[in-house]
Each structure stands twice: as structure tokens, then as C-alpha cells.
């Protein structure tokens, strides 16, 4: 398994570029399913969840074509025959996301069979919700051996109202509705940009949505979608955490192409904390790492709130703040995984239930660690850009779930990090939904 090694103390300075949005793309690439036409998408980033959709898609009998050398950011998907659809536990184990096929697979061949997620790192995940949507269209959803089986003539539309805010019941349940009998009235819907990106591109296949990206999304249902050409829009987590990297390490780094308006949550508190943000343009942010970072606590909320894939990120700056920083983790049960590994390399952070207490400023040092999950290992790189010495991260893997190339990218603007395959150590079974 893979291990990155990272000398702390370098500011990172210069541009730094910003790949397409994973959580877009994922439910984007799903929504291929709902028609027998090609769907091009671009901007794809080329990360290990991707690939995972992309042998599971394949594996239903999907034509999953990537862009060559020319447009390597490019994929083509065609469903004009799905043989087999099943979502196998072997893929879905790897990635809770392949739910995401749910909805559509029920809508486009009457039936599906999905492995169940089951839980991973950061917390149960849960699909119930996926579900009593699709129940209350009319599939018919029995749970066998660990898998979903659901079938359905033609799924119905229905007024569906959400018990709690989730972004992929939100898309699961948006793609079962466009192809849906009459309407579908959606209400306490996640509002994320992710869910705006992929109405946007089911409205280019013919789908009649309003309300993407706000609370109430209303659904015509229509006969049938083509396909479509569309470019994911930029990923605002991976450019959080280029913003922090910038910050945390005092630098002067511009984040391009990035979308400025999905961070304003993240923006604002780095401020509050005495970091210097400039919106250069729609697409670029220029950070400056403060004179005196001061300690500013943060509270994990749905879209527009402060986003839970940023907390752990923000924990590694709050340890090099001024002061008692609280951390609210609302959303997860179990999203505290990177605090220990922190404290290993120095920081002062205590943990009760959802609350975690950083006092800051921490002197870290240099440390071997283990990374345990997609963010709780950008927190740890973000903390080894700081820290004294050179730490040695385990289980990189997580991190290229979702994180395209981060060690070149980080290496470009001045980072001393460098990937260190371990060609010894048998390829482990890599499990983690996210
Ligand atoms: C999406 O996960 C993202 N993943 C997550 O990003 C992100 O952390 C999360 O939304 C919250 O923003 C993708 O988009 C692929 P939820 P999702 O359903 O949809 C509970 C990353 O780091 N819940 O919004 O799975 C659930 O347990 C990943 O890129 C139910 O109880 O999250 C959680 O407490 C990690 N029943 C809360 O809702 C359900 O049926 C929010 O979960 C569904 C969810």
C-alpha cells in the first residue's frame, strides 16, 4: 500500500489547479443508466471512486468508454443494454456512492439489485431513506443476503418529503422521479451544488425539474431521455483543502478553477480566523496564511453550512490557532477518526460525543501515521505540511479516492512530498464507503 512522505515547513506558493467534483460526477455517471443514448461527461477527475463506478457500471453491461490521452478527463457511458443489473457487494463495499444506481436501475429496466452499502469509517450510512422514497413511487423493495432486490412496473409519482437532509437520497430519488409516472413533489431536499450539477445535466437528457439546489425540487415525469454532453463543475472540497493548505503553512497560493461561490461558508471562516481570502474571479482565490491565526470554532450543517468534508481539514488549521477552537460534527456519528493520529503528531485536541476541543497553537512534529479515511487523510497531509520532520502517512489509498494527483499538485507549489509505493506488503483488501 502506498505511503506519502512529507517534510513540513515550506510555504506553499504559486497556482495551484482545482479537478472536477467527484460527488457531481458519481450521481452524473448513474444518471447514464435512465437512457439508451450516449452520455458524455467532462472534467471527470481521474480518482479511485470514479474508477470504482466505472468497472461497476461495466459490470452491468454498460459501454464505459474513457477520453484516451487526448481528453483523459473524459468519460462515455452508453446503457443502451443492461444485462445484469446488479450492483455486486464486492464493488458497493468499496464505495457506499453505488447506491447512487438505485433509483435509476428501478426507473429504466423496472427492477434492481443492489448490495447493501453497509457501514465504513466515518459513520452507519444508512440508505432507509433511498428506500421509502422508492416504496412510496411503488417499487416493491425486499433485503435478502445483503442485498436490495426492488422491483417496479413503472414507478409512480408521489409527494416524498425527507425525515433528515441527504444528498444522495436527494439524486437517488431525483433520478427515480424523471422517468416517473406523472409528478413528484420532493420536499426537505439537500441543497448542495452536487444536486444542482446533476439536474442541470438530467435536464439536457430531457428530464422537467424545477428547484434543483433548493429545498423543494418538483419533477413532470416524461417517457423517455437521450443523451447529453456535460462538463462537471469543479470540485469546492478538494479547493477547501488547497485553501487551508495555503493557510496552514503561511503561504501565498492562488486555487484555480474553482468555483468561489459554493465556499462561502468555508471562506467566511477562514477569515474569522485571520486568514487572508481574495476572490480574484469566479474561478480563483488567492490565500494568504495569516499574520496570527486566531481560534474560531465551526459547526458541521448541511449546504450552505459548513460542510463535514471540511471539518477534518479545518481541524489541522485549528490546531495551529491562537486560542480554543470547538468543532461540531453534526452530521456523522463517527467523522473524529484523524483527532488521534493529530494528537501523535502533537496537537492538544479532546473529544466528547460530536464535540472535539482544539487548543491551540500546538507545536506538531513530524510523525508516522495512518490514514483511515477520504478527509481525515487530507488532515493529516495538511498537518505534515506544518509539522517539524518528515511524517510518513500509511494507507494513501484513502486519499486517492477523492483527491486527483494531490501529491504533484502539492509538490508544484512548493510541498517537499513524495509518493513511496511499499512493493512489499500484499495488496490489502481496500474497503471504505464514502
Ligand atoms: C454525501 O454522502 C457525500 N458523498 C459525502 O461525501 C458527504 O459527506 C455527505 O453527502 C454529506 O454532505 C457523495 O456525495 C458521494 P447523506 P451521503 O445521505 O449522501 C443520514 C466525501 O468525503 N442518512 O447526506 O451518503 C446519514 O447517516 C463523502 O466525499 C440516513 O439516516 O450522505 C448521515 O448521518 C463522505 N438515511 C446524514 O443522513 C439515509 O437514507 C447525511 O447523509 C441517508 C442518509
Redesign the pocket.
Given at each position: 500500500m502506498d505511503k506519502f512522505v512529507i517534510r513540513g515547513g515550506n510555504p506553499l506558493r504559486g497556482t495551484i489547479r482545482v479537478s472536477g467534483a467527484?460527488?457531481s460526477a458519481?450521481?452524473c455517471m448513474a444518471a447514464a443508466i435512465l437512457t439508451e443514448d450516449e452520455v458524455t461527461l467532462e472534467n471527470i477527475p481521474q480518482v479511485r471512486d470514479i474508477e470504482t463506478e466505472r468497472r461497476l457500471l461495466a459490470s452491468m453491461g454498460a459501454e464505459v468508454r474513457q477520453g484516451g490521452a487526448d481528453a483523459p478527463h473524459t468519460t462515455t457511458i452508453r446503457c443502451q443494454r443492461l444485462s445484469d443489473p446488479v450492483a455486486k457487494y464486492e464493488i458497493v463495499k468499496t464505495m457506499?456512492?453505488s447506491s447512487?444506481v438505485l433509483g435509476p436501475l428501478i426507473a429504466r429496466t423496472g427492477m434492481a439489485r443492489v448490495a447493501m452499502p453497509g457501514g465504513c469509517a466515518?459513520?452507519?450510512?444508512?440508505?432507509?431513506?433511498?428506500?421509502k422514497g422508492l416504496e412510496k413511487m411503488g417499487a416493491v423493495i425486499t433485503q435478502q443476503h445483503g442485498y436490495l432486490e426492488a422491483r417496479a412496473e413503472r414507478l409512480k409519482g408521489a409527494h416524498l418529503v425527507f425525515d433528515?437532509?441527504?444528498?444522495?437520497?436527494t439524486?437517488d430519488l431525483l433520478m427515480a422521479a424523471v422517468l416517473a409516472e406523472d409528478e413528484t413533489l420532493m420536499e426537505n431536499c439537500?441543497r448542495?451544488p452536487?444536486v444542482v450539477d446533476l439536474a442541470a445535466l438530467l435536464t439536457a437528457m430531457g428530464a422537467k425539474i424545477e428547484g434543483g439546489g433548493t429545498s423543494t425540487i418538483r419533477v413532470e415525469g416524461v417517457g423517455r431521455l437521450h443523451g447529453a454532453r456535460h462538463r462537471i463543475f469543479p470540485d469546492r472540497?478538494e479547493a477547501g483543502t488547497f485553501l487551508i493548505a495555503g493557510a496552514i503553512t503561511g503561504g501565498d497560493l492562488i486555487v484555480a478553477g474553482c468555483n468561489a461561490t459554493h465556499l462561502s461558508a468555508v471562506i467566511a471562516k477562514l477569515e474569522e480566523a485571520g486568514v487572508r481570502v481574495d476572490i480574484l474571479g469566479p474561478d480563483t482565490v488567492r490565500v494568504r496564511g495569516a499574520e496570527r491565526l486566531r481560534a474560531a470554532d465551526i459547526s458541521t450543517e448541511?449546504?450552505p453550512g459548513f460542510?463535514?468534508?471540511m471539518q477534518a481539514q479545518y481541524m489541522a488549521l485549528a490546531t495551529q490557532a491562537e486560542g480554543v477552537s470547538v468543532v461540531e460534527e453534526n452530521?456523522?456519528?463517527n467523522r473524529f477518526m484523524h483527532v488521534q493520529e493529530l494528537v501523535r503528531m502533537g496537537a492538544n485536541i479532546k473529544v466528547e460525543g460530536r464535540t472535539a476541543t482544539v487548543r491551540g497553537p500546538a507545536k506538531l512534529s513530524a510523525a508516522a501515521v495512518m490514514c483511515s479515511d477520504?478527509?481525515a487523510s487530507a488532515s493529516l497531509v495538511l498537518a505534515a505540511l506544518v509539522a517539524d520532520g518528515e511524517s510518513i502517512l500509511d494507507r494513501v489509498y484513502h486519499m486517492d479516492r477523492?483527491y486527483e494527483r494531490i501529491e504533484e499538485k502539492l509538490a508544484g507549489v512548493g510541498a517537499e512530498i513524495r509518493r513511496m509505493g511499499n512493493i512489499f506488503a500484499p495488496k490489502g483488501e481496500e474497503s471504505e464507503a464514502?
Open positions: 467527484k460527488n458519481l450521481p457506499r456512492a447512487l466515518i459513520g452507519g450510512r444508512p440508505i432507509d431513506l433511498h428506500i433528515k437532509i441527504t444528498v444522495t437520497g439524486e439537500a448542495e452536487e472540497i448541511e449546504y460542510p463535514t468534508d452530521i456523522f456519528e477520504l478527509r477523492g464514502g
